[in-house]
């Protein structure tokens, strides 16, 4: 029996980071899969392990990128859902598996051929009107994205009937998609590259707090800082972004900022901390199952994605969310415990977030798929 015809869309490769390396898994599990995306940027990525970045079939919108200097992608992302329905797909492909932020089920309207989406989440700042005025920088940009989120609901609503599987990262993500697409979705958490995190029995913990991630206002960060000004305790902020001038004027003296960090600087800082803390509602989110990995316990919100991720007294512990006063509030008193954890226990958890695991699982979402569209064939 010949290998299936798999065809994998992604919305943009203009940065790395964790909905990147679920392509670089897609890839694995099929390494013969053509890979497209509109937006290609490869001096701002670093390349995944396959296929190579020469490799990846694009769209006249990674010309336009480069012709305004690749400063940013956001200028160009009203026309990404066109781009998508203009992709080559159509009659080459056994299935089509897409990864999806906000337009790339527009790829639907390329093929014939199933389509299965991997969804980190439908967008929520389209959706979810909290969520985009917390983004928004300013009144053009709150303009700016009210204006998109128009036209990414529409776009997600015309697509979401046509497609035959939906795979959510997390159980969070798969209430999102019934509740927006008014589909079920069946849930797949995303990869973690655990040989890259792990645990080392002879470094002690000390008593520093962590925040890693990008410096954006949805992570909370500054509610971080806060935790760790109620509780008395060192923070130390791994990552940057554009909140970080923000952050500044709010922290102290408990406050270290770190910068963007290589990864044996975060590792040292996963085994070391107190405890990772996770403010802020994550689709999924990787860095705590990176942090599990090196054995450290994760203090997060109870809604989103550390619902999969942490097991309370046992990896850490669910905060229940609410306003930014009784958050702060739930997190000291949580630190004020002084509960113990077990670091090969909270390792233990991680390794059931492993790229094998995710393969493995994405590998039957869509044989089971093929074996369905077969089967309607031969009727």
């Keep these: 029996m010949s ?3 798999i065809a994998l869309v992604h919305e943009r490769f203009t940065e790395y980071g964790g909905s990147e390396a679920v392509v670089g898994e897609f890839a694995r599990t099929w390494p013969q899969a053509s890979v497209y995306a509109p937006i290609v ?3 701002r990525a670093p390349a995944i392990a396959h296929p190579p970045w020469d490799t990846i079939e694009t769209t ?8 305004t200097g690749r400063r940013s992608h956001a200028p160009l992302l009203p026309l990404v859902p066109r781009a998508l329905r203009a992709l080559p797909l ?3 492909f056994d299935a089509v598996v897409v990864s999806h932020h906000a337009f790339a089920v527009q790829a639907v309207f390329a093929t014939d051929a199933p389509v299965v989406a991997y969804v980190h989440s439908p967008a929520r700042w389209a959706w979810d009107p909290a969520f985009r005025a917390r983004e928004a920088g300013g009144f053009a940009g709150r303009a700016a994205l009210v204006a998109l989120g128009a036209v990414a609901r529409r776009a997600e609503r015309a697509a979401a009937p046509r497609l035959h599987t ?19 979705a069946v849930v797949v958490n995303p990869p973690v590259r655990l040989d890259r995190f792990s645990l080392d029995a002879a470094v002690p913990r000390e008593d520093f707090l962590l925040f890693a991630g990008r410096l954006v ?14 509780s008395g305790r060192r923070l130390v902020v791994v990552g940057d972004g554009r909140y970080r001038r923000q952050l500044e004027a709010i922290a102290g003296s408990e406050t270290t900022f770190l910068g963007a960090a290589p990864d044996d600087v975060l590792v040292d800082m996963y085994r070391r901390c107190h405890a990772l803390l996770m403010p802020g509602v994550e689709d999924f989110g990787i860095v705590p199952v990176e942090a ?9 919100v109870g809604e989103g994605g550390a619902l999969d991720t942490v097991t309370p007294g046992v990896t850490g512990a669910h905060i229940p969310f609410g306003t930014d006063e009784e958050v702060v509030t739930g997190f000291a008193e949580v630190l004020g415990t002084g509960k113990i954890y077990d670091p090969a226990v909270i390792r233990a958890h ?19 798929v093929l074996d369905s569209s077969s089967q309607k064939s031969v009727r």
Excluded at 171 to 180: F, I, L, N, Y
Excluded at 217 to 230: E, G, H, T, V
Aim: some cysteine; aromatic content about 8%.
């Design 90 to 92: 159509r009659d080459r």
């Design 41 to 43: 940027d490869p001096a």
């Design 3 to 5: 290998e299936p015809r």
């Design 217 to 230: 206002p949805y992570k909370r960060p500054d509610l971080a800082i806060r935790i760790a000004q109620r």
């Design 350 to 368: 991680a390794e059931s977030f492993g790229p094998e695991v995710f393969r493995a699982r994405m590998a039957e979402v869509v044989a089971g």
């Design 292 to 300: 599990m990995a090196c054995g450290a316990p994760v203090l997060a």
């Design 60 to 67: 006249w919108l990674s010309r336009m990128h480069a012709a």
């Design 166 to 184: 939906v795979v959510a990262n997390s159980h969070a993500v798969a209430a999102r998609v019934g509740q927006w697409w008014d589909l079920p």
